[in-house]
């Protein structure tokens, strides 16, 4: 860990293989390839391009709390519709799957997270991307420092960079500008939002202040690494990718992480609030210590799961939605657990399939419910009428003993009485007898 860290400290950026296990990668990449599936690329036609601003609209910038999908370059076709399979027609997914994706914030929030080590003691993180660089035409990113579109005072900004597949350097490993980390932010060069925005000419919404860089003096070392593997990115350091020019992809899972003490600038293109406790921008020790605020059921589909984390896998303090999110996630479990019992091998589902299963699953646990009320009734119905005909009899019993013991008085007490009367006499006799002898 040592030499890691020496080696963040004197280049900017330090590489430590097999960060991440087989099983953790697949995770990653079977919940990626389940957003791609269940998205309609006609709700989404944003391009994300680096080498000029094409996402800055207002899609883009309200994608802090959510999970936004942002296509390559020439894609489209003039009819806006996609030419090649959505597949491999992204060029990344973001900026909120460290929140709204399980398996993302289980890797986001493992203790495997690096920030006490580099000194970030109390580290919030405002986005997280899926990045895919797909074959032939993955494209480029310029030179940059990531503080440029992360702007915090004091700027310690620092990037999680996992590779989910080789990065080579035919297919668009990161390239590095050893040590440039310590010349500051260049030019105070910043990704700012446009104050003007929206205006009349078509003007982007995200803008660019103070003087353009020119990263071609530093001396440049490309840095391929192994699946698993993850490379720590200072704010600061200049650092690139070229084209995806072979035959297989790059998918990476990166995202950023600033000291909860920052000013945040509220002119960067993200919108944070670092002092409120905020769904989307967990603090990390917190989330150390409570990796999962509830447990949120995963269902077949993606659309669900991301509405029951956003909706219902955070804590409120009205007791009133406390209960109802509650009371979703217990619906939804359950939902879950029978919607597996019918369907083991099925572990993903379209949308529509899902809403199809779930509807019939309710209408089935609807008329379970209503036999069931209808049993307790008839239930309760049939035990009173037990109860009322065992009062009945018991009411008769009850009466008979009385009448009986009524009799049996009588009889006793006359019986009693002709007793007491035949003693008398013989009393009279005996003493009759006795003053007859005197």
Same mark, same amino acid.
């Given at each position: ?85 959505? !597949? ?92 440039? !980390? ?14 003007? =925005? ?52 790059? !998918?990476?899972? *990166? ?21 409120? *406790? ?13 990796? !999962? ?39 939804? *479990?359950?939902? *879950? ?40 009734? =008839? ?60």
């Amino acid at each position: 860990m040592q030499n890691i860290i020496e080696d963040f400290e004197k280049n900017g950026y330090a590489v430590i293989d097999d960060f991440l296990a087989e099983d953790e990668i697949q995770s990653l990449r079977t919940a990626c390839h389940e957003l791609v599936e269940d998205m309609n690329p006609n709700e989404h036609k944003t391009v994300f391009s680096t080498i000029k601003i094409t996402h800055g609209d207002d899609y883009f910038l309200t994608s802090g709390d959510k999970i936004r999908y942002f296509f390559e370059e020439g894609v489209f076709n003039e009819d806006g519709n996609l030419k090649y399979d959505k !597949h491999v027609s992204l060029n990344k997914i973001g900026h909120a799957l460290h929140v709204l994706s399980p398996e993302f914030r289980k890797v986001t929030f493992s203790d495997k997270n690096l920030a006490r080590a580099i000194n970030l003691k109390d580290p919030v993180i405002p986005q997280s991307m899926y990045i895919f660089k797909q074959p032939k035409f993955g494209g480029a990113v310029i030179p940059h420092q990531d503080g440029t579109y992360l702007y915090a005072e004091p700027m310690k900004v620092v990037g999680m960079w996992i590779a989910l597949e080789d990065a080579t350097l035919e297919n668009g490993c990161l390239w590095f500008a050893p040590g440039s !980390h310590k010349c500051g932010l260049y030019g105070n060069y910043r990704s700012v939002r446009n104050p003007e =925005w929206p205006a009349k000419d078509g003007s982007s919404s995200v803008i660019y202040e103070g003087t353009k860089p020119n990263y071609d003096e530093h001396t440049w070392k490309p840095v391929p690494v192994k699946k698993g593997s993850l490379i720590v990115i200072d704010g600061l350091v200049v650092h690139k990718s070229e084209r995806n020019t072979s035959e297989r992809s790059r !998918h990476i899972y *990166t995202f950023h992480m600033v000291e909860n003490s920052s000013k945040w600038s509220e002119r960067n293109w993200k919108k944070v609030s670092f002092a409120q *406790t905020d769904f989307v921008y967990f603090s990390l020790s917190e989330q150390l210590k409570m990796p !999962h605020s509830k447990n949120v059921p995963k269902t077949p589909s993606p659309a669900i799961n991301n509405m029951l984390s956003e909706r219902c896998g955070k804590r409120y303090d009205n007791p009133i939605k406390e209960g109802l999110a509650n009371f979703i996630l217990i619906i939804f *479990t359950l939902i *879950t657990k029978i919607y597996g019992y019918l369907h083991p091998n099925k572990s993903y589902a379209s949308h529509r399939y899902w809403i199809i299963s779930c509807s019939i699953i309710s209408f089935a646990l609807i008329v379970l419910v209503i036999l069931a009320y209808q049993l307790l009734i =008839w239930s309760a119905f049939l035990l009173h009428s037990i109860l009322y005909y065992f009062a009945y009899l018991f009411c008769l019993f009850g009466a008979g003993l009385g009448v009986a013991g009524m009799v049996f008085f009588d009889k006793g007490a006359k019986a009693s009485e002709g007793f007491d009367k035949r003693a008398s006499e013989v009393g009279s006799s005996v003493r009759d007898h006795v003053q007859k002898f005197n």
